[in-house]
Structure formats: structure tokens, C-alpha cells
């Protein structure tokens, strides 16, 4: 089973300093993998619109957790953490759809609450792939998303798009990948657009 979360916006996100600006994006992690997803950055706001889809693969319904993290991109230094949230997936409806508001844990106590809107429902299977990444050439081809079995073969693996920066981008892949796909360029992944 997986579980399709959609992050639509937050509300009332920490500014650490008055007199600086946040450019806050999402961190998303399950509790039984390392790997994480996260959205796009939105520039300059408090209260900003994100509407991705995520998908995650999911290994016990009892245990399972997503932690749920807003951070404030820093061009210059470390990103900082801002607010987390911890949804525990036995607390969910397997059979429904949650659209809530949830209260996050702001790491600035002396700020307004932030909330977060998710909406999330399970899906039977392994994890799908969201069409746009393919159509916004975020991955040369859907098939390499599907499934965990795809998803755990990609994970350090230097033939996969995301990871060319790890490995100093040394390898004929982009070019490939490109031929596959005609929109895909890994340079996505380097500008954090997913």
C-alpha cells in the first residue's frame, strides 16, 4: 500500500528574523525509508501555495510515519528548519480521504500557530508516478518511478537523473535520458524544481 499526499498550502510559517524574508518549502520523509520528497520552493512568503503531489511507499500501517517539515531555503548557508509535524498513518482512514488543516510544532514559540493543508489518501500498490514530472522532463521515463522495487534500485544509484550531482555528473546519462525523454534535463533536479 502507498499513501498520495498532496501539499496545498501553509499558514502562519515562522519568520525567525521581522526583518528578514522566508522562501519556505516542505520536506516530506516516511518513517521506514531514508529517502525524502520535498516541494518547490516558494519565494518570500509566509503563507505560501505549494499544490504538489507526493507519492510513498508505506511498510506497516500500525507503525508508519510522515514527518512533515517547512524550511527556509538559504542560498548562502544551511537551510533552516522551521516547523514540523509528525501524521501517524494509524491514525488515518485507510478508506478515506483526509483534507485537514494540521497544526505543525513551530521551532519559533513566540509566533502566530502555523498549520499546514494536506490532503492524503492510500492507494493500493506500489507508489504511481505523477504524469507532470514526465511532461515537465523531471524523469526521462515513468516506468523508473514505479513501484518500490524501481524506487530502492534508483537510490545511490549513478544511472538515475537525481543522483548525477552526487556523482559529479560524470556519466553519459543526461544525454541518454534526454533521447528517452526530449523534455528531461537533470539540471531540474540541481535547481530543486521537484
Known sequence: MSVWVQCIEARGVPCPDPDDIIDPYVLFRISSSPATQRTNVIDNETNPEWNQELTFPLANLATDV??????????????????????HISNLDTNEVT?????????????????????????????????MMYQQGMIPNPSMMQGTQGM????G???FPQNQMLFGGQTQMPQIMQNIN???SPYKYRNNQI
Open 152 to 155: 530502492n534500485s534508483m537510490v
Open 182 to 184: 526530449p523534455l528531461y
Open 157 to 159: 544509484n549513478p544511472m
Open 99 to 131: 483534507d485537514k488543516w494540521f497544526d505543525m510544532i513551530s521551532l519559533f514559540p513566540n509566533h502566530i500557530p502555523c498549520q499546514i493543508h494536506l490532503i492524503l489518501k492510500f492507494i493500493n500498490g506500489p507508489p504511481m508516478v505523477n504524469p
Open 66 to 87: 510522515i514527518f512533515v517539515n517547512i524550511y527556509d531555503r538559504n542560498v548562502f548557508g544551511q537551510d533552516k528548519d522551521l516547523a514540523s509535524l509528525e501524521v
